[in-house]
């Protein structure tokens, strides 16, 4: 949690920095997400099994992604409301604080229940994992990890047009393209 907060603070310093900056601070910005996206995984199973975990795990997802459709369909506005890409930033930032100290509110009412319950998570025993077993994944793995990835490049690279291309095309506004590629992306 604090490295998202951490790079999203950066971020919002960096308007007023080179370019170079703003990349670095975009890296921890990622660096925390996937960290707060594995804890959250982490906390969940510890919590729940079966039907449960896969619902915990499926309104987990819709509820991160009706904030970042949130995020994609209020920034432009901001910015053309305000004319200030620092503030938009820094209007980020606060809901990042906020996640933070939800976060925050979340360990400790874990904590909690642990020490009043009891609970002992289990000590599942896990073997080392090593580079070479890699060799020991199965075809059907391998084929999985291809359809992702080359899906997800070609979506990508879709997305990374898509704005432009709407405005082109549909003779749509900057914002309103944005709201295009919000709306097909990101459902």
Not at 10 to 17: D, R, W
Not at 39 to 47: A, E, K, L, V
Not at 119 to 130: A, P
């Amino acid at each position: 949690m604090g490295i998202l907060f951490f790079g999203q603070s950066l971020l919002a310093i960096s308007t007023l920095g080179p370019f170079w900056f703003a990349c670095i601070a975009r890296f921890f910005v990622g660096l925390g997400g996937k960290n707060i996206s594995l804890s959250r995984i982490t906390y969940s199973s510890d919590w729940f099994v079966g039907q449960e975990l896969a619902f915990a795990f499926a309104l987990a997802t819709g509820i991160s992604r009706l904030g970042s459709i949130s995020a994609m369909a209020l920034s432009p506005n901001l910015y053309k409301w305000t004319q200030s890409l620092s503030f938009t930033f820094w209007f980020a930032d606060i809901f990042v604080l906020l996640s933070c100290i939800c976060g925050l509110a979340a360990i400790l009412i874990d904590q909690h229940v642990v020490n009043k319950t009891k609970y002992v998570r289990s000590q599942k025993s896990f073997k080392e994992i090593s580079l070479s077993d890699i060799k020991d994944l199965g075809i059907g793995y391998w084929l999985i990890m291809i359809t992702i990835g080359t899906w997800y490049l070609s979506f990508n690279c879709f997305v990374y047009i898509s704005n432009k291309y709407a405005q082109d095309r549909f003779g749509l506004s900057l914002i309103e393209a944005g709201y295009l590629a919000v709306l097909l992306c990101e459902s």
